[in-house]
């Protein structure tokens, strides 16, 4: 049965949104009708258009939360032996978030118009390459439930290192926020109370002083010029990475620093070995299965050097020493690809890659988080120490000269 979102206002004058199945829009508007409300505006869900960028306006995307546990419960009805559009369903009724449910409903209608369930998630544009040929594998080789089940670890093991990740930049982030705001504080109202004291002294004031009575007037009398570019510097920092040659000059730079290039590396190896992993087991040719890794690649030049290493195993090269050339994938990983190419057991090797370079990364986030938090305060504690010296100076020369 078709899903129909709808535009309606009730009794009381409210606009109300939401979906309905039924036969036709006339059906739905007759439903509307018998709750008393007045129709405004009925359309299949599967025709709501979309804008260029395939994402509709105004409307949030599926989140890696929503893309696992909507996974997960697919995967335990489809095993229960539920059909697919009564599994689609009972998914759909479960979630609270309106988006969520008008996805899947219009995933289900399409189903329901005989179209396979890769098909149907391809149609609404909101689920990755990844997801949708895995999906298809599955339905081809008559397993789809063991797919989904792999899918769902998948997707709950990439959700989870996304957490991590965010959870041990909110520290560093919000600490480098409140440091900057405390100088900005110092130097804008607290120094210059303090520095009145000494600008009618007949004695000649330390250099440090100086320069931070200096640093003091400019900041105070041209604050708001230095906000407003920094606003601008920032503005034009994001247009330019939203270009290509601005993305490509942000990852080259990423890559070259000394910790986070190693962090960069680290992350996207783990991702491009679990889709390669997950695709391969589930019957995805290698050279298709690659295409989609470097699709996944959040780092435009790894991307680059994956769709490579595509294109030369299409001729007839092997995939490791292609990987090994581009120097951006560790030698141990390497290796375990290249011994699974040999013994014919490359699905296993990927799984075993995946989650070894999954432990080392959780292990270098939990080692820049350490670092990061001591830097930043040594970096406060320096600041202040400058201003206290700054400030002590002038009263320790003028008690040398009074004894």
């Known amino acids: 049965?078709?899903?129909?979102q709808f535009v309606a206002i009730d009794p009381a004058g409210k606009q109300q949104k939401?979906?309905?199945?039924?036969?036709?829009?006339?059906q739905i508007r007759q439903q509307l009708r018998d709750k008393a409300w007045m129709p405004v505006e009925v359309e299949p869900v599967a025709e709501i258009r979309t804008s260029e960028t395939g994402k509709r306006w105004f409307q949030p995307g599926l989140s890696a939360y929503d893309l696992a546990l909507m996974t997960r419960q697919l995967a335990v009805?489809?095993?229960?032996?539920i059909p697919l559009e009564e599994a689609l369903r009972a998914v759909a009724r479960q979630t609270e978030k309106k988006h969520v449910h008008s996805l899947l409903l219009s995933v289900r209608s399409k189903v329901l118009e005989g179209h396979s369930l890769a098909q149907a998630l391809k149609h609404s544009g909101n689920f990755p390459p990844l997801y949708i040929a895995t999906i298809a594998a599955g339905e081809k080789s008559g397993h789809l439930d063991l797919i989904l089940n792999q899918l769902a670890d998948y997707t709950?093991?990439?959700?989870?290192?996304?957490?991590?990740?965010?959870?041990?930049?909110?520290?560093p982030i919000l600490l480098l926020i409140m440091s900057f705001s405390i100088v900005m504080g110092l130097m804008t109202w607290v120094v210059p109370d303090i520095v009145k004291v000494f600008e009618h002294t007949d004695q000649a004031l330390p250099l440090l002083t100086r320069l931070l009575m200096g640093t003091s007037a400019f900041i105070k009398a041209t604050w708001p010029l230095l906000m407003g570019g920094m606003i601008a510097a920032v503005f034009f920092a994001v247009r330019f990475v939203r270009t290509e040659p601005g993305r490509y000059a942000l990852d080259a730079l990423v890559l070259r620093l000394p910790l986070f290039g190693k962090l960069s590396r680290g992350i996207n190896s783990a991702r491009f070995a679990s889709?390669?992993?997950?695709l391969t087991q589930s019957g995805?040719?290698?050279v298709d299965a690659l295409h989609i890794g470097a699709?996944?690649?959040?780092?435009?030049l790894i991307r680059d050097a994956i769709e490579h290493a595509a294109d030369k195993v299409t001729e007839g090269g092997n995939?490791?020493?292609?990987?090994e050339r581009s120097g951006y994938f560790p030698p141990m990983m390497v290796q375990m690809i290249r011994s699974g190419e040999s013994s014919g057991e490359l699905d296993q090797m990927l799984s075993r890659a995946s989650g070894m370079q999954e432990r080392e990364v959780t292990t270098l986030i939990s080692t820049l988080l350490a670092l990061l938090e001591p830097l930043m305060l040594i970096f406060m504690a320096g600041i202040v120490l400058t201003i206290v010296m700054a400030v002590m100076l002038p009263i320790v020369n003028m008690n040398n000269l009074v004894k």
């Not at 939401?18 to 006339?26: H, K, M, N, Q, W």
């Not at 709950?156 to 520290?171: P, T, V």
């Open 1 to 4: 049965m078709p899903a129909y």
């Open 18 to 26: 939401g979906v309905l199945e039924g036969d036709s829009a006339r």
């Open 77 to 81: 009805l489809i095993a229960a032996s």
């Open 156 to 171: 709950e093991n990439r959700f989870a290192m996304q957490k991590k990740i965010q959870g041990a930049l909110i520290y």
């Open 275 to 278: 889709t390669l992993s997950i």
């Open 284 to 286: 995805v040719p290698l």
């Open 295 to 300: 699709a996944v690649s959040s780092n435009w």
């Open 319 to 323: 995939l490791a020493t292609q990987l």
